[in-house]
């Protein structure tokens, strides 16, 4: 089977600074692949590539079979896309917010609320449909943005770090919905996350990128088997490929950022 | 092409839409955003009628300078709009939208309706506040057509230039900066608050050409003086002048996500 998401020599540039140093890989249809890396590593300015919000200064990559260039109409109704921070509106209700997502990805107007009504009871939010989002928890509302990525049916769902600052059974409530939309819907699952236990336990493949380059791709237990080491974590590996960076890491904004997410989902 | 033009203003209403309804449920901020105009009107407009001091064309102080603060709280509401892409760039609204197979322009429409809705809100006290204070309007259906008209592109034009500044702009602090300091030059470089013949030369060259003015004059003519030569002018001006500026910030403010 061809990849679903096909990356040949893709590289970004801002002015001196490369973003992105010339990285290919490609993704399996129906896979669970976790891009990894510390902050800064390119794995977002890659992911913003991938879902046509950034042009790449050279290479390509092509989602679902479309160039994510020349084709990116094709490209954005092919996925769903569940941005690091809250990204459903807290002053709409439930209802509304998928509403708006179905009517912007042009889902057929008698199917409209059929589906709406169907995504959230699938994700156990049945009761809650009138509700203005602002007054949901964090993991409800990350459960929204899965709702609303959905939608429209999607090939592939991008997640960027979708379970930061989401308290444990959050987390674990989170990943069992993905994990049954892959087996229902046969959705490929392409996501960046800080906590390896995660990308350990749900990844079929893991990718760790390092100053814009691709360090490791494999399935955690090939990383594992690189270090060298006896009985190693993924943290280990991680640390083995990125050259121990995690805590030297991360710019200001990033951090305000991440800490916001976290202070608001709380 | 049509078809594309079509699904501009579809997707443009959907999320014009979207944007009444969140005001729909939580209106405490048009009753706060009434406050100004109120003030404006009811002590400025009322101090500065009793001395008689600026030319009016033989109307009150206060009908004269009605059509200024309403265009006043108009664009006081478009001229922040920019402000909601920061926060929507922030909180990842904005590039789940951009993500979406919905066109530049319609996210740029969609804002400016709801511009211009708010705007219309805003007239409805106002005309309420100038029937409480006895200022003689001349409202028929066709002029109230022409205000909602004016209100709507002229709503447009300060959103769009919004959106570009906060393109460029980028933060929340710097674009709060910048509004601050554009928006009292645009309203008192105007026709606001006094008539144009009275500037100095180059003022008025700047008020020829602040887009304030024409909604100004547009808004005088259809409530005030019923004098409609200049109208379909005013309107040509405004509706070219957002046209222009929608395609600019369609063009310019996905780049705020970078």
Same mark, same amino acid.
């Given at each position: 089977?061809?990849?679903?998401?096909?990356?040949?020599?893709?590289?970004? *540039?801002?002015?001196?600074?490369?973003?992105?140093?010339?990285?290919?890989?490609?993704?399996?249809?129906?896979?669970?692949?976790?891009?990894?890396?510390?902050? @800064?590593? @390119?794995?977002?300015?890659?992911?913003?590539?991938?879902?046509?919000?950034?042009?790449?200064?050279? %290479? +390509?990559?092509?989602?679902?079979?479309?160039?994510?260039?020349?084709?990116?109409?094709?490209? *954005?109704?092919?996925? @769903?896309?569940?941005?690091? #921070?809250?990204?459903?509106?807290?002053?709409?209700?439930?209802?509304?917010?998928?509403?708006?997502?179905?009517?912007?990805?042009?889902?057929?107007?008698?199917?409209?609320?059929?589906? $709406?009504?169907?995504?959230?009871?699938?994700?156990?939010? %049945?009761?809650?449909?009138?509700?203005?989002?602002?007054?949901?928890?964090?993991?409800? $509302?990350?459960?929204?943005? $899965?709702?609303?990525?959905?939608?429209?049916?999607?090939?592939?769902?991008?997640?960027?770090?979708?379970?930061?600052?989401?308290?444990?059974?959050? *987390?674990?409530?989170?990943?069992?919905?993905?994990?049954?939309?892959?087996?229902?819907?046969?959705?490929?699952?392409?996501?960046?996350? +800080?906590?390896?236990?995660?990308?350990?336990?749900?990844?079929?493949?893991?990718?760790?990128?390092?100053? %814009?380059?691709?360090?490791?791709? %494999?399935?955690?237990?090939?990383?594992?088997?690189?270090?060298?080491?006896?009985?190693? #974590?993924?943290?280990?590996?991680?640390?083995?490929?990125?050259?121990?960076?995690?805590?030297? #890491?991360?710019?200001?904004?990033?951090?305000?950022?991440?800490?916001?997410?976290?202070?608001?989902?709380? | 092409?049509?078809?594309?033009?079509?699904?501009?203003?579809?997707?443009?209403?959907?999320?014009?839409?979207?944007?009444?309804?969140?005001?729909?449920?939580?209106? =405490?901020?048009?009753?706060?955003?009434?406050?100004?105009?109120?003030?404006?009107?009811?002590?400025?407009?009322?101090?500065?009628?009793?001395?008689?001091?600026?030319?009016?064309?033989?109307?009150?102080?206060?009908?004269?300078?009605?059509? /200024?603060?309403?265009?006043?709280?108009?664009?006081?509401?478009?001229?922040?709009? &920019?402000?909601?892409?920061?926060?929507?760039?922030?909180?990842?609204?904005?590039?789940?939208?951009?993500?979406?197979?919905?066109?530049?322009?319609?996210?740029?429409?969609?804002?400016?309706?709801?511009? /211009?809705?708010?705007?219309?809100?805003?007239?409805?006290?106002?005309?309420?506040?100038?029937?409480?204070?006895?200022?003689?309007?001349? !409202?028929?259906?066709?002029?109230?057509?022409?205000?909602?008209?004016?209100?709507?592109?002229?709503? /447009?034009?300060?959103? &769009?230039?919004?959106?570009?500044?906060?393109?460029?702009?980028?933060?929340?602090?710097?674009?709060?900066?910048?509004?601050?300091?554009?928006?009292?030059?645009?309203?008192?470089?105007?026709?606001?608050?006094?008539?144009?013949?009275?500037?100095?030369?180059?003022?008025? !060259? !700047?008020?020829? !050409?602040?887009?304030?003015?024409?909604?100004?004059?547009?808004?005088? /003519?259809?409530?005030? =003086?019923?004098?409609?030569?200049?109208?379909?002018?005013?309107?040509?001006?405004?509706?070219?002048?957002?046209?222009?500026?929608?395609?600019?910030?369609?063009?310019?403010?996905?780049?705020?996500?970078?």
């Amino acid at each position: 089977m061809s990849d679903i998401i096909d990356v040949k020599n893709l590289t970004k *540039r801002f002015g001196d600074f490369t973003a992105v140093d010339n990285i290919s890989f490609g993704v399996m249809p129906q896979e669970i692949f976790a891009f990894l890396g510390p902050n @800064g590593a @390119g794995k977002s300015v890659t992911i913003k590539m991938l879902i046509t919000l950034l042009k790449p200064t050279s %290479g +390509q990559a092509a989602v679902d079979g479309y160039d994510v260039v020349t084709h990116s109409a094709d490209v *954005r109704n092919a996925i @769903g896309y569940v941005p690091q #921070s809250i990204s459903v509106d807290g002053t709409l209700t439930a209802y509304e917010n998928l509403m708006l997502m179905a009517r912007l990805y042009e889902v057929p107007r008698k199917e409209r609320k059929t589906r $709406i009504k169907e995504v959230l009871d699938f994700l156990g939010l %049945g009761d809650h449909a009138d509700s203005l989002v602002r007054t949901f928890s964090g993991g409800m $509302i990350r459960k929204m943005e $899965i709702g609303q990525a959905m939608l429209h049916r999607p090939h592939v769902l991008f997640l960027d770090e979708p379970t930061t600052g989401l308290d444990p059974i959050a *987390r674990q409530n989170v990943w069992q919905r993905v994990l049954e939309l892959r087996k229902t819907f046969g959705i490929t699952i392409f996501f960046s996350t +800080q906590y390896m236990e995660e990308a350990d336990l749900v990844a079929d493949r893991v990718a760790i990128m390092n100053q %814009g380059k691709i360090a490791v791709i %494999g399935t955690v237990a090939e990383l594992k088997a690189k270090t060298g080491k006896p009985d190693a #974590s993924l943290d280990d590996a991680f640390i083995y490929f990125t050259g121990n960076q995690l805590e030297t #890491s991360g710019n200001f904004r990033e951090i305000r950022r991440a800490r916001k997410t976290e202070q608001r989902l709380h | 092409m049509f078809n594309y033009i079509i699904k501009t203003i579809s997707k443009s209403y959907i999320l014009a839409e979207m944007e009444v309804r969140k005001l729909l449920h939580d209106p =405490t901020e048009l009753i706060s955003r009434a406050l100004q105009p109120i003030l404006w009107l009811g002590i400025f407009g009322e101090a500065l009628s009793k001395i008689r001091a600026i030319p009016t064309q033989g109307y009150t102080y206060l009908q004269f300078l009605t059509p /200024g603060i309403l265009t006043q709280s108009v664009v006081f509401v478009a001229i922040f709009y &920019g402000l909601y892409i920061i926060m929507d760039r922030d909180t990842g609204i904005l590039q789940k939208l951009l993500v979406t197979p919905t066109p530049r322009l319609a996210l740029v429409w969609g804002r400016m309706i709801s511009a /211009g809705v708010r705007g219309l809100s805003q007239a409805i006290i106002i005309f309420l506040f100038a029937l409480i204070l006895r200022i003689q309007l001349h !409202v028929t259906l066709w002029s109230l057509l022409g205000v909602f008209v004016i209100i709507m592109l002229g709503a /447009g034009f300060f959103t &769009g230039l919004s959106m570009i500044i906060a393109s460029i702009v980028k933060t929340r602090e710097r674009f709060m900066g910048i509004g601050q300091v554009i928006t009292q030059p645009l309203f008192f470089a105007s026709s606001a608050i006094y008539p144009i013949s009275i500037m100095p030369h180059w003022l008025q !060259v !700047v008020a020829n !050409v602040n887009p304030l003015s024409y909604m100004v004059d547009g808004l005088r /003519g259809l409530i005030i =003086t019923g004098n409609m030569v200049q109208l379909p002018f005013d309107i040509l001006v405004l509706a070219v002048a957002t046209l222009i500026i929608s395609i600019i910030s369609a063009w310019m403010y996905p780049k705020v996500v970078i």
